[in-house]
Each structure stands twice: as C-alpha cells, then as structure tokens.
C-alpha cells in the first residue's frame, strides 16, 4: 500500500525537523485526525511539536440529546432510522442505536444519503428519518436531498439535523473560550465548500497562524511546515491556503447556494464544548415539512456535559486523550464513553489506535 | 459484556474473542480448544490429525468470484491447510428458508462439489433443515473437516528474526461483499475465495521452515497477526509499502474510510519462517502464487505490539479489529 511523493515528504521532515522550539498545533478536521495517525505522523515529528486534535468530527461533537431523540422517535414502530456507522455507537444518555439496533428498533446503515430514497419508496408503510450529522461538506447533499424529496413530493422521508458551522465555532473557540494553540491546521474539505474567507479570521482576528490542508501526508507535513514558519517569525501570520487543487477562494458557490436555499442558521450545544450561537444549520421555513422534529413534534433535550469523560477538553485541546482518566480504562473503541472514542475519527480513537491498547493503560496511569 | 447479542460479536474480532471466552469456554473449555487454532490438531493412532468446523451466513449468497457453498467448502479446507493439514473428509448440514428457489440449491451444491473435486476432498455426512419463511435469511451452511497433517510441518515458538509471509493481495473477499452491499462492485473486485491447498502441497519438504500459519479470514490480516503476537509473546514490524493489494480494493477503502487490513481474505495463507528462509518460501511460492509477499518480520517485544511501518517512515500500532465493519461476510 503505497504513498505518493515519498521523497518530497522526506524532505519536508527534514526541514521540519529543524524547528527547535515549542509548539501546539491543533488540527481542526477528524479527517486529519485520522490521517496523521494512519501515516504515523507524531513518530516523524521533532519533540517540541505536539498534534491536538479540534472538534471538526462532526460525531464527536454531536449531543447526547441528539442520539436520545433518534430513539425517542424509533418508540414510533412505523419509524425507519438510516444513519452513517459511526453514529450509531454514539451513547446517548440511556442507550445507543446500536443497541436499539440489537433489541430490534428498524435502524440501516448507509454509505450515501441516495440509499433515503430508495428506502422512502420501498416501505410506503414506513417513516425513514434519517440522521442528517455533518459540517459544510456534508450539509449540502442533505439540501439536494431535501430538494428533491420536495421536488418529487415525498411525504415519508424526514431529516434530523445536526449540522454545524465551522466559523461561529472558531470565532467561540478561539475568542469566548481563548483557546491557546500556536498554529491552526484548517479543513480543506470543509474550505473546498466555504472557501478560504471564513478561515481567515483565525490569522486576521485572532493572530493564530492557520494552514488550509489537504488530507495526503504531504499535504500535512506542508501544513506543518508552513506553521512553524510563521510561529518562528510574527509576521508572517497569515491563513495559508495550502489546498489550492481543491480550494477556490469563494468556494463552491453551487454547494453554498444549495445550503442557503434549504437551511437557516441557529444556536445549538457542541458536545463538549457548550452552546455556540448561530452554529447549526437547521432546515428552513419552506422545507419545514422535512424536519423530523417538526414530524413528530419534539425538541432535542439539553443533556448538559457527559461526566464520565474528558472529551470536551479534549476537542478543545485542553488535554490530550492520555489525560483523561477514562481513557483505555472506562473508555476503549468497543465500550466508548464518549464521542471521541466512538468515531474513527475521534481523537480518543484515532490515538488509541495508534499507540496500541497497553500503551494506553501505560499513559493515563 | 452487553445483555444481548449485537452484530459485533460475530465480526471475529474483539467482541467475537470476548464471547467466547466468556460464555463457551467457560461451559466447554478444554486444552485443545483453547488453543483457538484454526483447527484442533490430535494423535489418532500414530497420525497426528486436524479436525474443525465453521458456519456460512454471507449475505449476497452469490457473489463475484464465488458463492456461499464454495466459500463453506474453502473455508473448512482452508483452516485445515492453515493447521498443516492435507484435508480428507467434509461432512455439511444446510438450514435452508422455506421457500428457497431449489434451482439456486442446486447451483451451491455444484458449486461445493466442484472445489470438492478440485480439491481432491469428499463430503461423506450431512444433514438438511427447513425452517419457516422469515425464520432464516435463505439459507445457511455448516462444513466440518478432517485431515492428516503433513510431517514436514512442525509449528514451534517463533523468535526474533522471524520472517512474516502472505501468500497474495489482501482484503479482496471482504471487500466485495462490502462493495456489493453498498452498490460499489465493479468488475475488478473479486472474491479471492479459493483453496489453499495446493500452496501446502507446493511447499512440500519446504515446509519444514515454517513455524506458523493462519488464513486472514474474519478480522483481516491485522486482527490474525495481533493474534499470533498475543499467542506467540512477540512484537511484529510489518512494512505497510510491501503489503500487497489490488488498486481497486485500495480506492475503494480510500473511498469509503474503510481500513483493508481489517477486511478479510478467503484464498490467502500467512505464513511465519525461519529467519534467512523468507526469501526462499516466498520465492517457491510465488511460482503458483505471484503476488506473494514478504511482509515483515517478527521481533522481541513483550508488549506484544504489531507495528505498521507506514510508507513515508512512520509508525503506528495496530489492534484487533475493535467493531464491526460489515455483518455477515462468510
């Protein structure tokens, strides 16, 4: 299983290995996440710099209150509930949908969206609600999705949302909550949709040094390096797009249109984190009809802070996964405690994986 | 452990190794079983002798490459060629759903007694069971097999040094079911489902060099070598760069956020050799087996990690698999 441009990466270490100072660098994106695991980034790296992972895996930022209103809706027996995996090992505050799942509730794994169609005109009889979870790369496959369920006058198919914002929660992160990190790695797939300008405020506001990247190792180490460029020197602090084959400075207009047609900004709670104001995009008055908590008439609860774990200071790079007493202990890939155990993208996961299950116990002893 | 069964507890990896000890074990424990070899091997007589059995539920029942009842019958033949056995006798028990098309029974049965033949292996018990519609998902399928195993075969502890063989691209059975459930196949995925019995006999004399074999079935190539580092007390360095795949089963994992090294093979052996015999082994083997590989090596270390060497220089560790991937792959 090879890697491209190998002898590019090396080099880039070599120069990365140069840096002789301290420094923090979170990587906002689960995608990154799991990539700088998967290549065995953190073994490459000089000592002074450490990776922390951010809250951009939209599982692991997802409420309790969230999974508890999914189940909340399978009590209807006429409700089919189709989610992406991760999702569904996500504990809410009495149960997960795996385990729903077990007991018999109607729940479907998909890879696409596409499969709600097909599900909505196989079981006439039946609801499909399906788990719409994501961040702006997401969001605009639901809004064609809802589009077209409303073009074609589905009345069985139904979305409940929980998508989210990248720049409300940097603008909470970074100034309400004065995250303290050296230099931010940002995501390229969510600034492929927004485009550079929302990321922008990470250098220009708040004096962070931030890198738009891709999802190759080079495209990391190229983060990377560029960061502990402009760490070394202050004014060089910019937000660099490093991700230009994807990224266009306004984005995808199509894909941003297609949001603004179908969603409407609102505050909600991040996991972990608290309520960040105008962070959700919730569907609009005109789709209504498709809000599965419109359908069946609820709200999501507040389930407050899950204290069994650490993830909220951990999406907020506070601590790493080794800090957490539940870490590899309470909390392990088959038993997750929290969000970012559960998704192969979470942080928890993402480092339990790579330092192995003993070295785990090893760290948060 | 939960209150009731959930998909994972079948997926051959933790949950799967957690259940059984924890509830057969505890009821029927006994050295030989304990062992969790692919087969028991014991002394009749003065032969020594691998006897095991295994279950087929896969879901499409037909599927590029193979279908279930040629899949039953490598897969008891296969961990019968992974214990050092020549297998001799199958025998097969069928819980078929009321109102199975007796058309496509008879395709599996052609399609069992086809690699029987291929394989030189009869299938001389069986038994049939019919349940009622909606009480089984089609049909589901038993094999037992008995066999001798070869002499030149001797497994021993492995030691530092220790060459890591697999005998051609990995995660090709399990990633076509994937593909098929999830509306991805195209004709370059494949099942690589076949017996494993000619890469034994091709070996022959050789096989005095290898200390260990597994199939990588259920949980992939990195939950058997993690497995084998647990039983063995050792660590492993496998190098991702050598590891053979087909392009099209990489795309597709790259695609989906899928990790082939968890997807399983149902035609593929890995074997353990004396250290300096690796690249003899690999050599006779590649002779019926061209993309066979040496992937790694085995070294000391007691916390019994395998370690991913990954292309650009970096390590990482890797675990049993931990969740289910995708129910009901064979």
């Known amino acids: 299983m090879g890697v491209e441009n190998v002898d590019a990466v090396h080099k880039m270490i070599q120069r990365i290995m140069l840096f002789s100072g301290n420094a923090r660098i979170m990587e906002i994106c689960g995608t990154h996440t799991h990539q700088i695991a998967r290549y065995g980034i953190r073994s490459l790296l000089p000592k002074g710099i450490r990776l922390v992972s951010g809250p951009g895996c939209p599982v692991c930022v997802t409420e309790a209150g969230y999974i508890d209103t999914a189940i909340t809706i399978l ?133 962070v040094p931030a890198a738009i990247c891709g999802f190759e190792a080079l495209d990391i180490f190229a983060g990377i390096h560029e960061l502990i460029q402009q760490i070394s020197d202050k004014e060089a602090v910019r937000t660099a797009n490093l991700y230009k084959r994807c990224v266009r400075e306004d984005g995808n207009t199509m894909a941003k249109s297609l949001i603004d047609d179908v969603f409407a900004p609102a505050d909600v709670v991040w996991r972990g ?93 | 452990m939960p209150a009731r069964i959930q998909l994972s507890h079948g997926d051959g990896g933790k949950k799967t190794s957690a259940l059984i000890k924890e509830v057969f074990y505890k009821h029927f424990g006994n050295e030989l079983l304990e062992k969790s070899r692919d087969a ?26 193979g279908d ?56 001389v018990a069986g038994d049939t069971k019919v349940v009622e519609k909606g009480f089984a998902d089609g049909l589901y399928i038993n094999t ?4 001798v195993v070869m002499e030149s075969y001797i497994p021993r502890d492995l030691l530092d040094g220790d060459e890591i063989i697999i005998t051609g691209t990995i995660a090709e059975h399990g990633t076509t079911i994937l593909a098929l459930r999830h509306g991805f196949q195209n004709e370059h995925i494949c099942s690589d489902c076949k017996p494993l019995k000619k890469i034994i006999e091709h070996l022959g004399e050789a096989l005095c060099h290898v200390k260990c074999m597994t199939d990588p079935t259920r949980g992939g190539l990195a939950t058997v070598l993690c497995e084998i580092a647990e039983f063995h007390n050792m660590g492993m360095i496998i190098e991702e760069e050598k590891l053979p795949i087909h392009p099209h089963v990489q795309t597709l994992h790259q695609i989906l956020g899928t990790n082939p090294m968890f997807f399983a ?44 060497r990954t292309p650009i220089g970096g390590q990482r560790i890797l ?12």
Not at chain 2, 40 to 65: C, M, N, W, Y
Not at chain 2, 74 to 95: H, K, W
Not at chain 2, 98 to 112: C, D, H, N
């Open chain 2, 144 to 147: 037992s097999g008995i066999g």
């Open chain 1, 75 to 207: 009590d209807d027996p006429d409700v089919k509930i189709m989610s992406f995996g991760d999702l569904i090992r996500v504990p809410g505050s009495r149960s997960s949908l795996q385990e729903q799942k077990a007991m018999g509730k109607d729940i479907s794994v998909v890879y696409s969206p596409e499969d709600a169609f097909r599900a909505a005109a196989e079981h006439p009889d039946k609801q499909t609600v399906f788990l719409a979870v994501g961040f702006e790369t997401t969001a605009p496959l639901f809004a064609a999705l809802v589009k077209q369920a409303d073009k074609m006058n589905i009345n069985n198919l139904f979305f409940l949302t929980a998508l989210k914002q990248m720049e409300p929660v940097l603008h909470h992160m970074l100034g309400t909550l004065e995250l303290k990190v050296d230099g931010l790695i940002c995501p390229g797939h969510v600034a492929a949709i927004t485009g550079q300008n929302p990321f922008q405020i990470i250098s220009d506001k708040y004096g």
């Open chain 1, 273 to 365: 984190i608290g309520m960040v104001p105008d962070s959700a995009y919730v569907i609009n008055k005109r789709y209504k009809r498709f809000d599965a908590l419109e359908r069946f008439g609820i709200r999501i609860p507040d389930s407050g802070r899950p204290n069994t774990c650490l993830c909220g200071d951990i999406l907020l790079g506070k601590t790493e996964p080794g800090g957490c007493p539940a870490f590899g202990r309470t909390c392990t890939p088959e038993n997750p405690a929290g969000p970012c155990m559960v998704s192969s993208e979470g942080a928890c996961s993402a480092w339990y994986k790579e330092m192995g299950e003993e070295r785990c116990l090893q760290e948060s002893n």
């Open chain 2, 265 to 308: 093979s149902e035609g593929r052996l890995v074997l353990f050799v004396e250290k300096g015999q690796g690249t003899k082994i690999c050599r006779l083997i590649c002779e019926i087996e061209k993309d066979a590989a040496i992937i790694g090596t085995v070294i000391s270390d007691d916390r019994k990690f395998v370690r991913l």
């Open chain 2, 40 to 65: 028991a091997i014991f002394a009749l007589g003065d032969r020594k002798v691998a006897f095991t059995t295994d279950s087929f539920v896969v879901q499409p029942i037909f599927f590029s490459g």
């Open chain 2, 68 to 123: 279930i009842g040629k899949l039953a019958v490598c897969g008891t033949v296969n961990d019968l060629a992974a214990a050092g056995a020549e297998p001799l006798y199958l025998s097969t028990s069928f819980i078929i759903e009321e109102g199975f098309e007796i058309g496509q029974l008879e395709k599996i049965a052609r399609s069992m007694g086809d690699i029987c033949r291929q394989v030189g292996v009869s299938i």
């Open chain 2, 319 to 330: 675990t049993i698999l931990q969740n289910e991937m995708i129910p009901r792959i064979c």
